[in-house]
């Protein structure tokens, strides 16, 4: 028999690819309707935050954080002094809700203005001039030990914690990279200052041990051993806005940790003072009443002038001054 006709054998042919064409077009569309399926149910994840190391966000949590050693737990701002007056002087029950809004309104009104403007100005002159005013206003000698104790603390962990990271990163995210090595500078020029402050007072001292003498002020002009006052003294207050601003954040995210930290101070000692336990303390932090009275603190000294900042409460200073009178403590102040 003869093969087939070379017209058939074409025909096949021809077949045969719109088969396959009609195959691969199929198979087109049940990838794209994979791909479409795909897509819907697993969405593209999204970087969280442009820079891991130098996120503002970042060392909003770690400024804010309860175990940033800056030593808040040993001071219970005038909390443990309030509770003793109270049973013992008044014969009253002391309440942490009367104390509260006393004591955050005392700490903006003497502390806040000064976070603020060492946050728009980080230089070094301006710090140091907001921390001398800041140590001629606090009246209460044991409020202005546990401002300075804590100021030279935090300026410790910028040190040796934050400096090296913040650098590494370029800076905090804030402001500009001149303005963050301005910062930079300013908190090394302070720390200089703050070291030779420290070893004049320690050399007043051992000569007052040598020869004593009654000083009532600081300085020749008070009549002391003749050497000039410290140059400094590390208040927390206008440490912090610096910091604040170093690391990126805002001004009002700036004032807003700082209160919040008092309060959480406050919490913190009256656990440890047995007023409550740690569920109503974390009922209290969260409680629209401590956000509105930050909120409403930050408002009132938005632009309070540093030389107009003081005690508006002088109970507070008497409850704080009074602490050391105690007959038995479990706080410095």
């Known amino acids: 028999m003869s093969a087939n006709p070379p017209g058939r054998a074409h025909l096949g042919e021809i077949e045969l690819d719109i088969e396959i064409a009609g195959l691969e077009h199929q198979l087109a569309q049940a990838k794209a309707k994979r791909q479409q399926l795909t897509s819907h149910s697993h969405p593209p994840l999204l970087k969280p935050f442009s820079s891991t190391l130098t996120s503002p966000n970042h060392f ?82 044991v409020g202005r030990r546990a401002s300075v104790a804590q100021g030279r603390a935090l300026l410790s962990i910028w040190e040796r914690s934050f400096a090296e990271c913040v650098a590494a990163g370029g800076g905090g995210g804030g402001g500009g990279d001149e303005d963050d090595r301005g910062g930079a500078e300013a908190l090394r020029g302070f720390s200089v200052l703050l070291r030779k402050s420290t070893a004049t007072t320690a050399g007043s001292s051992s000569s007052a041990q040598r020869e004593p003498v009654v000083v009532y002020g600081r300085g020749k002009a008070a009549g002391g051993c003749g050497d000039d006052p410290p140059a400094v003294a590390a208040h927390l207050a206008p440490l912090f806005g610096v910091i604040c601003a170093l690391v990126g954040l805002g001004l009002e995210q700036a004032a807003y940790v700082f209160m919040l930290g008092h309060v959480k101070a406050l919490v913190s000692a009256a656990v440890r003072a047995g007023m409550f336990g740690p569920y109503q303390a974390q009922k209290t932090l969260a409680s629209e009443t401590v956000q509105g009275l930050i909120t409403a603190m930050i408002e009132r000294e938005w632009h309070t002038r540093v030389e107009e900042a003081g005690q508006n409460l002088p109970v507070m200073d008497l409850w704080v001054g009074r602490h050391e009178a105690l007959y038995s403590r479990i706080f410095n102040s």
């Not at 309860?66 to 001071?75: M, R």
């Not at 004591?103 to 806040?112: C, D, G, V």
Request: glycine share 2%; with cysteine.
């Open 60 to 141: 909003l949590l770690l400024l804010s954080d309860s175990a940033l050693p800056l030593g808040s737990f040993a001071f219970s701002s005038g909390l443990e002094s309030y509770l003793a007056h109270q049973k013992s002087v008044f014969y009253q029950p002391a309440s942490f809700a009367a104390f509260l809004p006393l004591s955050i309104s005392s700490y903006a009104s003497t502390t806040l203005p000064f976070v603020l403007a060492a946050h728009r100005d980080p230089s070094l002159p301006n710090l140091a001039a907001l921390d001398d005013v800041l140590d001629a206003s606090i009246v209460c000698t």
